[in-house]
């Protein structure tokens, strides 16, 4: 069913992160490349999953720009450290937006988007008939926390609230 296929479809070496090679194992060649006819699938343009993946998609890439952008940063506020200038001097040389609100950004929109694909996977997956026990299973949270997911609608956009810059 669509549960096996997602944990058919998980990565085999999680050191990927760590920028390693990772091989995954596809649902459809596990299928001999071919969708079984048990697993119902949701291709329409209006796939809310699919959406939100891609806005997802669209955010990790963003998130890679900027995540260059931070380190090469921390390095040479690292560099102007080292050399003896004060914390004070530094962050005051250091250009907008500061790293602290190129990091801020980053979590904000990783947030967001994540819980949108989050919500959305939830509601399609039900959908498609996986039962709230099967979906809490594979997310590793609980049934409450995948029925609060499936039955209310997407909350609206929220600021991190004291990180939030408030001048310009």
Do not use: C
């Amino acid at each position: 069913m669509a549960l096996d296929a997602f944990r058919r479809a998980q990565p085999r070496n999680s050191a990927s992160v760590y920028g390693e090679s990772t091989q995954w194992s596809s649902p459809l060649q596990s299928a001999g490349g071919n969708r079984a006819d048990n697993d119902p699938v949701n291709t329409d343009s209006d796939d809310e999953a699919l959406a939100a993946l891609a806005e997802l998609i669209e955010v990790l890439d963003g998130n890679l720009r900027r995540s260059e952008q931070i380190l090469e940063r921390a390095r040479y506020l690292r560099t102007l450290r080292e050399a003896g200038l004060g914390w004070g001097k530094v962050i005051e040389g250091e250009k907008r937006p500061l790293i602290v609100e190129l990091l801020t950004s980053s979590i904000e929109e990783l947030h967001e988007a994540s819980a949108r694909f989050r919500r959305a996977q939830a509601k399609v997956l039900r959908a498609e008939g996986m039962s709230i026990e099967q979906i809490a299973s594979f997310f590793g949270v609980s049934r409450q926390r995948i029925s609060a997911l499936v039955s209310s609608p997407e909350p609206p956009r929220r600021s991190f609230g004291s990180y939030r810059r408030t001048t310009q």
